[in-house]
């Protein structure tokens, strides 16, 4: 701390993110990253706009970005808000949406930057407990709050929410905004997007980072009722005017025209996830059914710190949370076959 910090810093706890090493040989299953490389015509339409373009600033709207989502997503443009990384999104989200001085609402067990936005902007976080099957239960989400936010599927725990019951949550609550972060719902899940024109304080967010395997392009998006997104542009507009460099939007427009390529990618992910929860529950964990690129998993005899520091060894790096309930728990990012083999082949020599 120094005297030269606003007293705004001095308390902020920020999020820590998971470990990004710098070595090559490491089978790195930590931050749920695509074992692929993007579609080859990412690859394509970012080396081009390398050779052609660089020199110019970017466009502020990234109008070619929005129209392609648009159409893929079946609304308008208006309907559309881009971001450096949903992280960045979802930040503008808790800015701009919520009601400050009344609580957001969001799971006792879910993504850890939640909280931090939360202290950042100076909001109370009201944390609802998930059930005992770390399950959502939507009656909980009601009374005066300024906003509700929550995973489907749930991160850490890969859970699914049905449709059903986000739609329970917008309509009980029709005076804050709703929102449903996506990140993961590309591996099982059915995005709330279709429910967008029905709920107008239905706001639901995704990103490029998984599915589309591109984390290091770091493009995120929301989709919602056109007065969210007005509120979403207006902080944009007084923080960063060009929070998407030029190769991030030709190389996200790429992504959505390869179909084909992110069928493929994904549901390569969903059969490997279904042998690796398998090949754990054969090694005696207790895996929670997931529809995410990763499982969460607990030994019963094992503490899930000595696990992970056992992998860690083996030059295997997974995600271990020191939260409440979770603390035996480890986040497994599923990776490609060889990788996922060399965990699988890890594990007897620790548990
Ligand atoms: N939401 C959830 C639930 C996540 O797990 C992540 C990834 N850490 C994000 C949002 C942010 O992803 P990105 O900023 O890469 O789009």
């Known amino acids: 701390m120094s005297r030269f910090w606003s007293p ?10 998971g470990e990004q090493p710098k070595l090559v040989n490491l089978v790195k299953l930590n931050t749920n990253e ?10 394509e339409a970012i080396q081009a706009e390398v050779s052609a373009n660089l020199r110019l600033y970017p466009d502020p709207n990234a109008d070619a970005l929005k129209n392609k989502l648009a159409d893929y997503h079946g609304v308008t443009a208006e309907q559309v808000f881009v971001g450096n990384g949903s ?25 850890s930057f939640y909280p931090v936005y939360s202290g950042l902007y100076g909001i109370e976080a009201r944390l609802i407990p998930l ?24 991160a850490p725990t890969g859970r699914l929410m049905p449709l059903a019951d986000i739609e329970t949550i917008a309509a009980n609550n029709p005076d804050v905004p709703v929102v449903v972060d996506e990140a993961y719902v590309d591996f099982g899940g ?3 997007i279709q429910l967008v024109d029905r709920y107008p304080n ?20 929301a989709i919602g ?24 939007i030709v190389g996200a427009v790429a992504a959505y025209e390869d179909e084909t390529y992110f069928r493929e990618a994904t549901d390569y992910v969903i059969r490997e996830r279904e042998r690796v929860t398998a090949a754990l529950q054969t090694l005696g964990f207790e895996v929670l059914p997931s529809v995410a690129n990763f499982v969460l998993a607990r030994h019963p005899g094992i503490a899930g710190a000595d696990i992970a520091a ?3 060894e083996r030059s295997i790096i997974v995600r271990h949370f020191n939260k409440p309930r979770i603390e035996n728990h480890l986040r497994i990012t599923i990776g490609s076959t060889e990788q996922n083999d060399a965990l699988l082949g890890a594990l007897p020599e620790i548990v």
């Open 34 to 43: 695509h074992p692929w490389g993007p579609s080859p015509r990412v690859i």
């Open 310 to 312: 056992g992998l860690r």
């Open 8 to 17: 705004l810093v001095h308390d902020l706890v920020p999020y820590v993110p």
């Open 202 to 221: 239905l706001l639901v967010t995704q990103t490029l980072s998984k599915s589309r395997s591109l984390a290091g392009l770091r493009v995120g998006f």
């Open 87 to 111: 992280d960045e999104v979802l930040a503008h989200i808790f800015y701009g949406l919520f009601q400050h001085g009344k609580p957001v609402l969001f799971p006792d067990i879910t993504y």
């Open 190 to 192: 059915e995005s709330a």
């Open 225 to 248: 009722h056109a007065d969210l997104i007005e509120a979403l542009e207006r902080v944009k507009n007084s923080f960063n005017s060009y929070p998407l460099d030029r190769l991030a």
């Open 131 to 154: 059930d005992e099957q770390f399950a959502v239960r939507p009656e909980d989400y009601s009374g005066d709050c300024g906003g509700i936010i929550f995973p489907n599927p749930n």
